[in-house]
T-cell receptor, first 113, second 116 residues
């Protein structure tokens, strides 16, 4: 079955540390890739997306992600995290012509002040 | 401001009750989705709909049904609620019937359902 894997379930960092969250998917065709963020008590919000073109995409709040097709990966990065980045992060993939997104299990990021 | 509105933020129901979760969007979106969100499992797709009176099963449809009588409204029905359906339920919508929309989904704020 097609799936999306986020191997880091809970990440704890100090402020100013660098962040990388992994996301892998199992589908050999065309994909559209997303990262969503959910701050405590809030809606899911779109952080960034990849559809085509430059595999390095930049999103809001200093986040970026790189699509590596050969590795079926779309890892999220931020050079220097802040306490306000504490949230749960979800990778999501639309596979082929599907109109629905398949989500990963999420990564809870805790940033210590 | 575009919105997906879920009728209840918190809901407590008894085992065996029939439960209706309502979702309304004001963006004239064609596509609507119901997910449940559980710790460590992420978001799992229950049902979705591409058009009025149309529905398709997602990954975990057992114990649920849906109704879409109007374009803007997508209801999730638990025919006989059970404790393992205690969860956060998220509704989402997206536009278009062709390529996946670049803006992705718009999510509602969720309904936290507790079945006792």
């Amino acid at each position: 079955a097609q799936s999306v894997s986020q191997h880091n379930h809970h990440v704890i960092l100090s402020e100013a540390a660098s962040l990388e969250l992994g996301c892998n998917y199992s589908y050999g065709g065309t994909v559209n890739l997303f990262w969503y963020v959910q701050y405590p008590g809030q809606h899911l919000q779109l952080l960034l997306k990849y559809f085509s073109g430059d595999p390095l995409v930049k999103g809001i709040k200093g986040f970026e992600a790189e699509f590596i097709k050969s590795k079926f990966s779309f890892n999220l990065r931020k050079p220097s995290v802040q306490w306000s980045d504490t949230a749960e992060y979800f990778c999501a993939v639309a596979m082929g012509s599907a109109r629905q997104l398949t989500f990963g299990s999420g990564t809870q990021l805790t940033v210590l002040p | 401001d575009v919105k997906v509105t879920q009728s209840s933020r918190y809901l407590v129901k008894r085992t065996g009750e029939k439960v209706f979760l309502e979702c309304v969007q004001d963006m004239d979106h064609e596509n609507m989705f119901w997910y449940r969100q559980d710790p460590g499992l992420g978001l799992r797709l229950i049902y979705f709909s591409y058009d009025v009176k149309m529905k398709e099963k997602g990954d975990i449809p057992e114990g649920y049904s849906v109704s879409r009588e109007k374009k803007e409204r997508f209801s999730l029905i638990l025919e006989s609620a059970s404790t393992n359906q205690t969860s956060m339920y998220l509704c989402a919508s997206s536009r278009g019937q062709g390529a996946f929309p670049v803006e992705g989904y718009t999510f509602g704020s969720g309904t936290r359902l507790t079945v006792v």
